[in-house]
């Protein structure tokens, strides 16, 4: 990778933009721009396509797999090769198989019995907030299970955290404590949501349970039971999330709790934003509304 | 991640390579459906082969050979079809300007990806999208790693201009080392 010219040539630049180079070699073109500004403004420009492309692509990660695609679909069948000569003629029709993803995805994760995973038919008819919704779960699913990486920031750096996912944001963010229900913060993240960024915050209790807290920019339209302010309930056992709207940014709130918890929860980190919101809902009347959302 | 070559141990692996691989073909066809019919393709042959696959190695990077044989094998069979245009090096600049709208950058971006060449596009995906190290984007598309550094930086410059990134148009007398890779 790293050529043994002292000079630096081209192949330093791109490891340099890639974070592939060794620290001597680093520091090399470090100097070497510091006092080329073309240069470092074109290292600069490599920089922002690589994020360009996360921004871009990085949200298929959290599609729902459709049905093809994923390795249980092919379980108990006697013969991979077997499959292999199938898949042209049955699979093909796979496009049209694309749903109830999330369900198995939640399923995965000791959740399931989601009101929303039966109804994505189709990615056209879902409202803004059950997209929210779906990425909010899909992110935590994602995440919450990752025990090496679960967050991009740690909770010791918050204040650069806080920084960081604000300006991405656009929006200044506050970080809840949970501490009196028990949840400390391990940090957060930063997610692509429709080629837009979104924040994800996680906690953890004593029994190294997870609980995340995902803000986007809200969605334009009011939606019938996600009014501002409004809690919703979206789930019923296993992995359960409220989620509400708050000034310019939706919020939910996930895990494997029970909805009293996660209420109490939503309402504490409500009421740290500093504008106390009674649930006007009732879950039952929510779920029943959201059911009809679609 | 056992060290074990337990069947269902690999098949679980192979399961959580699906949405990077979903990602990158995407990205490198620009059509979700033709990526997700090349990505079930390498998920069975995968899939298939999983007893063939070492215990210890990256399975990432087993997947992405696989998905990369897979396709060069389809891009053979559709030779009659021209699947990309080359990119011209005296392209001139893009005629609009660079958008402030995120979603339209994003549209911008994923047009400008499909009019770079195909090795091109592999590569600025493999280490910018997927983040691999140099050597193993050379092992999975079977190229040395020379040939993987000069189309990096073909393709980023390439993008770059397309994107309208950077100050000023692209000068005259440019540095002829940043153009004739070795």
Redesign the interface.
């Known amino acids: 990778?790293t050529s043994l010219q002292t000079s630096i040539?081209?192949?330093d630049?791109?490891?340099f933009v890639?974070g592939?180079l060794p620290p001597e070699r680093r520091r090399a073109v470090m100097a070497y721009i510091a006092g080329r500004p073309d240069e470092a403004?074109?290292m600069d420009?490599?920089r922002?396509?690589?994020e360009?492309?996360?921004?871009?692509?990085?949200e298929?990660?959290?599609?729902p797999?459709?049905k093809?695609?994923?390795?249980e679909h092919?379980?108990g069948q006697s013969s991979?090769?077997r499959?292999?000569g199938d898949?042209i003629g049955l699979?093909?029709l796979?496009?049209a198989l694309r749903f109830a993803a999330v369900a198995l995805l939640l399923g995965a994760s000791g959740g399931g019995g989601w009101l929303m995973h039966d109804r994505y038919s189709a990615k056209e008819v879902e409202t803004p907030a059950m997209s929210f919704a779906r990425q909010a779960a899909n992110a935590h699913l994602v995440f919450a299970s990752d025990l090496r990486h679960p967050v991009e920031f740690g909770a010791d750096q918050q204040d650069s955290l806080l920084l960081w996912l604000s300006e991405r944001l656009g929006e200044a963010l506050h970080v809840p404590n949970l501490q009196s229900l028990g949840f400390t913060l391990v940090g957060g993240r930063l997610l692509p949501a429709?080629?837009?960024p979104a924040a994800q915050l996680m906690y953890e209790n004593p029994d190294a349970q997870r609980v995340t807290l995902y803000i986007r920019a809200r969605w334009a339209t009011p939606i019938n039971g996600a009014q501002e302010g409004s809690v919703s309930f979206a789930g019923e056992g296993g992995v359960s999330m409220v989620y509400w709207i708050e000034g310019k940014l939706a919020y939910a709130l996930i895990g494997s709790m029970d909805r009293e918890q996660l209420f109490s929860a939503a309402k504490t980190i409500q009421q740290q934003l500093q504008v106390p919101v009674v649930p006007t809902l009732t879950p039952e009347q929510t779920a029943t509304t959201e059911k009809d959302a679609t | 991640m056992s060290p074990e070559g337990d069947v269902s141990d690999t098949?679980?692996l192979?399961?959580d390579q699906?949405?990077?691989l979903?990602?990158y073909a995407?990205?490198l066809l620009g059509d979700p459906?033709r990526a997700?019919?090349l990505?079930?393709?390498a998920?069975?042959?995968g899939?298939?082969r999983s007893h063939l696959w070492q215990p210890g190695t990256d399975i990432r990077a087993w997947m992405f050979t696989i998905l990369h044989n897979i396709h060069i094998n389809n891009q053979r069979q559709r030779r009659t079809r021209s699947d990309y245009h080359e990119l011209d090096d005296d392209q001139p600049e893009m005629a609009t300007p660079p958008s402030q709208e995120?979603?339209l950058?994003?549209r911008d971006?994923?047009r400008s990806l499909q009019l770079l060449p195909e090795p091109q596009r592999q590569v600025?995906?493999l280490?910018?999208?997927e983040?691999m190290?140099?050597?193993s984007v050379a092992a999975v598309l079977d190229v040395p790693?020379g040939t993987v550094?000069?189309r990096?930086?073909r393709g980023?410059e390439a993008?770059?201009r397309l994107?309208a990134?950077?100050?000023a148009p692209q000068p005259a007398g440019r540095d002829p080392?940043?153009r004739t890779?070795p």
Do not use: C
Request: glycine share 6%; net charge positive; charged share 30%.
């Open positions: 990778m040539d081209e192949d630049f791109q490891a890639d592939q403004s074109r420009d490599y922002t396509l690589s360009a492309l996360h921004l871009a692509y990085d298929v990660l959290y599609e797999l459709p093809r695609l994923r390795v092919y379980r991979w090769t499959r292999l898949w699979d093909r796979g496009p429709s080629g837009l | 098949e679980h192979i399961a699906i949405p990077k979903r990602r995407r990205a459906i997700d019919d990505v079930q393709e998920l069975l042959r899939l298939s995120r979603s950058e994003i971006l994923a600025v995906l280490v910018g999208l983040g190290n140099y050597k790693i550094m000069s990096l930086h980023r993008l770059r994107m990134y950077g100050p080392k940043m890779m």
